[in-house]
Nanobody, 123 residues
């Protein structure tokens, strides 16, 4: 599976962005997928994840109620709708797929990664 993230950019606080992650590979629709983010000098941290069907989603406390993860398996796409953006949301955002085990929250569990897309939120 290959993943390619896009949709990042610069926005003012309170604005919105939608990130997209395009996947290739027949087995993509069977994998849970997630978004992580990383700032310089810090570890990659969990943002959101969803199951293979998109029926159940999980969010970090810092984005709950503002971000929404979704997927379209027929198009091999994953999205992250980000509303009410804050300067602290500034980071490089990565999509990931196929976590080992039951936990979606740890980046080392994931077998496939996209290249990252920069999101910058100004105050």
């Amino acid at each position: 599976v290959q993943l390619q993230a896009s949709g990042g950019g610069s926005v003012q606080a309170g604005g919105s962005l939608r990130l997209s992650c395009a996947a290739s590979g027949r087995t993509f629709s069977s994998y849970p997928v997630a978004w992580f983010r990383q700032t310089p000098g810090n570890k990659r941290v969990f943002v959101a994840a969803t199951t293979w069907s998109g029926g159940t989603s999980y969010y970090s406390d810092s984005v709950k109620g503002r971000f929404t993860i979704s997927r379209e398996n027929a198009k091999s796409m994953v999205y992250l709708q980000m509303n009410s953006l804050k300067p602290e949301d500034t980071a490089v955002y990565y999509c990931a797929a196929d976590p080992d085990g039951a936990s979606y929250y740890y980046p080392h569990n994931y077998n496939y990664w996209g290249q990252g897309t920069q999101v910058t939120v100004s105050s």
